[in-house]
């Protein structure tokens, strides 16, 4: 199983960006599905992004369609969520997370898809 460590998290004004940045320990993780979720208090963890292995195919929640960025950088086994444009709404606790399978890169992928998960890095867009 993949380890993941999130970090970049921290506190912006809205309409500030943030970086976040996705760790893996992992060779494998050059072949993995990746994602990046959120879940704010009282919310259920919902999609945010994922990317293909290759970084080739992206797909994004209508809500961040336009203003983040997911990329990765598997020599550095490393993934990335550039955030544009925050808003308040954004504010929520960001997940990486990784397939042990290839998955098809749509909207609709679920937290059941991903089988590795990182510890979270909190975001906070103030108004």
């Known amino acids: 199983q993949v380890q993941l460590v999130e970090s970049g998290g921290g506190l912006v004004q809205t309409g500030g960006s943030l970086r976040l940045s996705c760790a893996a320990s992992?060779?494998?993780?050059?072949?993995?599905?990746m994602g990046w979720f959120r879940q704010a208090p009282g919310k259920e963890r919902e999609f945010v992004a994922a990317?293909?292995?290759?970084?080739?195919?992206?797909a994004y929640a209508d809500s961040v369609k336009g203003r983040f960025t997911i990329s990765r950088d598997n020599a550095k086994r490393t993934m990335y969520l550039q955030m544009n444009s925050l808003k308040p709404e954004d504010t929520a606790v960001y997940f990486c997370?990784?397939?042990?399978?290839?998955?098809?890169?749509?909207?609709?992928?679920?937290?059941?898809?991903?089988?590795?998960w990182g510890q979270g890095t909190q975001v906070t867009v103030s108004s």
């Open positions: 990317i293909s292995w290759s970084g080739r195919v992206t």
């Open positions: 992992e060779r494998t993780f050059s072949r993995a599905t």
């Open positions: 997370a990784a397939s042990s399978t290839i998955l098809t890169i749509t909207t609709t992928l679920h937290t059941a898809d991903f089988r590795s």
